[in-house]
């Protein structure tokens, strides 16, 4: 067992999971029965499409559960425009936090100006909310190569939004290209490489994250919050000492 395994508490791996459900199938008993078992585990948020942001907000009043919402997911390529309506839209139905996917376009071609300018203007909602909402930006690291990577944390840093996300999990690698880990969607040299270029930014470890080994690597290679639709089975495995 890792140092990192030895000390935390299943409560505190709890702590820093969003139990996630963006399933386009999803239904009314679905979002009910992931609140449940997010205020039963002890999860830090439920993440939720925006239609069902009033119900999970309803359901999770009064506990500790925070309510996220994504905004121009899955591919991130909406107008500045219509990603601020979409923020004002999730954060007046209820939601505490967003998942906000970055313009991939602006970051592979290295357009500064416009992906910080895009991010700005939602972060400025986020912001101007009391308490203020939570903003997580999503780069889709799986899409990117090192340098791109690279370039957005850059950004994002200099933006100083609350968190770096590495992945929707829905995108892979164009063209297959990359090795059997960078097609994975995620690594824990990602969250490393993240915290390195953003030190200013919280990471938020996103992308087929399934089994509590998985998680736990995530988080001593830095990441804060894992976003996962796998939450119930990750902290039974890790009560379990099922770490393999």
Request: hydrophobic letters at 45%; glycine letters at 6%; one cysteine or more.
């Amino acid at each position: 067992m890792s140092n990192c395994e030895s000390q935390i508490l299943d409560t505190q791996l709890a702590a820093a999971i969003d139990h996630t459900l963006l399933e386009a199938t999803a239904t009314k008993e679905r979002i009910e029965q992931l609140c449940r078992e997010a205020v039963d585990f002890g999860f830090h948020a439920v993440c939720v499409n925006p239609r069902w942001v009033p119900l999970a907000a309803e359901q999770l009043h009064n506990t500790k559960v925070k309510v996220g919402s994504v905004v121009s997911l899955p591919l991130g390529a909406d107008s500045t425009k219509v990603k601020v309506a979409q923020a004002k839209d999730v954060i007046f139905a209820g939601a505490d936090e967003i998942d906000m996917v970055a313009d991939l376009a602006a970051i592979i071609e290295g357009d500064w100006r416009y992906l910080s300018n895009q991010v700005q203007a939602v972060l400025k909602i986020c912001r101007s909310m009391r308490p203020p909402v939570v903003l997580k930006v999503i780069i889709e690291s799986a899409a990117l190569t090192q340098q791109q990577k690279v370039f957005a944390c850059q950004v994002l840093d200099a933006c100083r939004v609350d968190f770096i996300e590495t992945s929707t999990g829905l995108l892979a690698p164009a063209n297959g290209r990359g090795t059997p880990a960078e097609r994975r969607g995620l690594t824990p040299e990602d969250i490393k490489l993240i915290k390195d270029t953003a030190p200013n930014c919280k990471i938020k470890a996103a992308g087929g994250i399934r089994t509590a080994r998985q998680a736990l690597e995530m988080l001593q290679a830095g990441a804060e919050r894992i976003g996962t639709s796998s939450g119930p089975q990750i902290i039974e495995q890790f009560r379990a000492g099922q770490l393999q």
